[in-house]
């Protein structure tokens, strides 16, 4: 059922949408599109004003050789760097070996045959989170390789960021700029090129319906993902254990892992078809909700 044809489901998401902030994944996909809110994000936590962004995909999938794929909220080149800029309302989803991993991924898929390795890009993984994970008290964490006894650093072009956005002193850009991840209305917020992409997803008929569609498709590309790595979890149980068994405990494992990227409830039931009652029971058991 589309957008226009059942009004209260649309009632429902607009209640949705009017809380949603940038530190939101779902919302963050849709307003990150647009490459002037990248440059605005390199730029301040960078400190670079000239860097521009050649290309951007957001929630772009990366694999190994094994199967095992990652999601990367905004995947950048500007400058001739490849960039990796996650936004992380929990902990967990920010750890350090996370960080490791994405920029091998990136690592990985950037050479081609023949190619040397001193033509791997720079590359950054940037992390923006709600709480401050490395526990530092610092507002903004810069990563390098060192070598032990000298404290030179070991160039190798790699770099890890965490940006702390529960420090936000609107003194300065950065902290501007993660004043303006915590709005919910385009008015409250310090940087023009946030606030009107903020107020044409929130306050448009068109941005609103576009975010609806984006959202579920968002979730049915996760939701199948998630489906295809516990099928192959569980295959063999799913024989011994009766194909409904098989098939049920892979349902709970997409529920959960949407609920783990909170996304929104009513999205979750439409997509997998799952009623909400049953939901909410699934988080309930998992202290998910």
């Known amino acids: 059922m589309t957008w226009s044809e059942n009004e209260e489901w649309r009632q429902r998401f607009l209640k949705v949408l009017a809380g949603f902030r940038l530190l939101d994944d779902d919302f963050m996909t849709a307003v990150f599109r647009s490459l002037a809110c990248v440059d605005l994000l390199l730029q301040i936590i960078l400190d670079k004003p000239q860097i521009r962004a050649t290309k951007a995909i957001v929630q772009d999938t990366l694999k190994n050789l094994q199967g095992r794929s990652v999601r990367l909220d905004i995947h950048a080149w500007a400058d001739g760097q490849e960039f990796d800029i996650e936004i992380q309302r929990g902990g967990r989803g920010a750890a350090k070996r996370r960080a490791r991993y994405n920029a091998s991924l990136m690592d990985a898929n950037a050479l081609h045959v023949g190619e040397d390795y001193n033509e791997l890009p ?3 993984v940037i992390f923006i989170t709600e709480t401050d994970v490395l526990g530092e008290g610092l507002p903004i964490y810069i990563v390098r390789r060192t070598i032990e006894g000298s404290g030179k650093v070991f160039d190798d072009g790699s770099h890890i960021i965490y940006v702390n ?6 003194d300065t850009p950065l902290g501007r700029l993660m004043h303006d991840f915590h709005c919910t209305r385009p008015e409250d917020m310090y940087y023009d090129v946030l606030a009107e992409r903020m107020r044409y997803f929130k306050e448009t008929e068109e941005g609103a319906s576009a975010m609806c569609e984006a959202m579920e ?3 049915r590309d996760f939701a199948g993902e998630l489906a295809k790595e516990a099928e192959a979890r569980g295959m063999e149980r799913g ?15 997409v529920v959960l892992g949407m609920l783990k990227e909170k996304l929104p409830l009513e999205m979750i ?12 029971e699934i988080g309930r058991l998992h202290s998910l909700l």
């Open 165 to 170: 956005s529960a420090m936000a002193d609107e």
């Open 239 to 253: 024989m011994e254990r009766g194909m409904e068994r098989g098939r049920e405990e892979r349902n709970i494992a």
């Open 269 to 280: 039931a439409r997509v997998s078809d799952i009623s909400m009652d049953k939901i909410r």
């Open 217 to 219: 498709k968002l979730a």
């Open 122 to 124: 720079e590359s950054y």
